[in-house]
């Protein structure tokens, strides 16, 4: 069996006719110790914030995220890229795109990478703006985070 081929769609309306009708989106917010999941539904217009995933092994990780893209019927990734400010790539996109390239070698579906600059930041403050507890942010920054770079990228894909 030949392995999958690494190579990120283009844009968000590429990745989308990849789809078959009914697919999702599943956009990860790939961090050191957690992975924050969202979902789209099956129209590609809204993303919501699924789940966090503790960090482990990486076969562990991938086989929990594959048991979710199974069940929901997801039919392509959307990594957020935490690009810096200024524009380059440091050494957290190449943990993501590494990542995104160990994952997709065991579930091969397609793939893009977002821009998620900002978007830890704009779900913080509107989680402090809300009054909610530091607890209560940790367990659900990453999740919405997630959603955030998801939304962003389904937004793009109706332009």
Do not use: H
């Amino acid at each position: 069996m030949a392995s999958p081929t690494f190579t990120a769609e283009s844009s968000p309306a590429a990745l989308k006719a990849r789809l078959a009708r009914g697919q999702r989106l599943l956009g990860l917010d790939v961090g050191s110790k957690t992975i924050g999941l969202a979902l789209s539904d099956t129209t590609l217009t809204v993303a919501s914030p699924m789940a966090t995933i503790q960090r482990g092994r990486f076969a562990a990780d991938a086989e929990a995220i594959r048991r979710i893209a199974a069940k929901q019927q997801v039919g392509g990734f959307v990594f957020g890229l935490p690009i810096n400010m200024d524009g380059s790539e440091g050494p957290r996109c190449q943990s993501v795109r590494q990542f995104a390239k160990n994952l997709v070698e065991r579930i091969d579906l397609p793939f893009l990478f977002w821009d998620e600059r900002l978007s830890t930041a704009a779900v913080t403050r509107t989680l402090l703006a809300a009054d909610m507890s530091r607890r209560r942010r940790a367990d659900t920054v990453d999740k919405l985070a997630a959603a955030y770079i998801l939304q962003g990228a389904l937004d793009a894909a109706r332009r």
